[in-house]
């Protein structure tokens, strides 16, 4: 007789965001990997937003959504399988981070990993800079309209704070 053992799941939302190449491609694409990951679904994705450069603004546009998983992977094996996905995309870091705001074929970000809140090497959950990020919290709120932010509070208050700037949703077909 096998014993089925119970797999415990949690819902983790994950950033995308493009602004190399066919980016409305590649967050399709994207999003069909996240689907695709061991012991992991895709719930539901957010439209597509365009929204201006961050951090560095001497670059095109890009393309931001959010996705849903739910996933049996720890969290750790979740980043490592994100930027397996991001590689696979073309996407290559720089080994010293100069590269942290350039323009990208593909970045995944983990936003949130349910209620959790882990500071490791690598892996910051919630992501430090979600409250901040209009073209993050958007996206989210569109599929998690009652989500909160571990130490931080609901999501929708965050982006009352700091407004939603211009970020427009993108219609379908439309981007790249």
Do not use: C, K
Not at 59 to 83: I, K, W, Y
């Amino acid at each position: 007789m096998s014993v089925i053992e119970p797999v415990s799941t949690t819902t983790a939302y994950i950033g995308l965001g493009s602004n190399l190449g066919d980016s409305a491609a590649v967050l399709r694409a994207a999003l069909r990997a996240l689907d695709a990951l061991p012991r992991s679904r895709l719930l539901r994705a957010s439209r597509l937003y365009r929204t201006a450069a961050w951090g560095r603004t001497d670059q095109p546009d890009f393309l931001n959504a959010v996705a849903a998983v739910e996933t049996g992977l720890p969290a750790s094996e979740l980043l490592a399988a994100m930027l397996g996905i991001e590689r696979e995309a073309g996407r290559a870091r720089s080994v010293d981070g100069s590269d942290r705001w350039g323009p990208r074929t593909l970045d995944l970000d983990l936003l949130l990993y349910g209620q959790a809140r882990i500071d490791g090497v690598g892996l910051h959950v919630p992501h430090p800079h979600l409250h901040e990020r209009a073209f993050a919290l958007v996206p989210l709120l569109e599929i998690a309209p009652d989500v909160s932010i571990p130490g931080v509070g609901l999501a929708r208050d965050a982006l009352a704070r700091i407004g939603a700037g211009e970020i427009e949703a993108v219609a379908e077909g439309e981007g790249g």
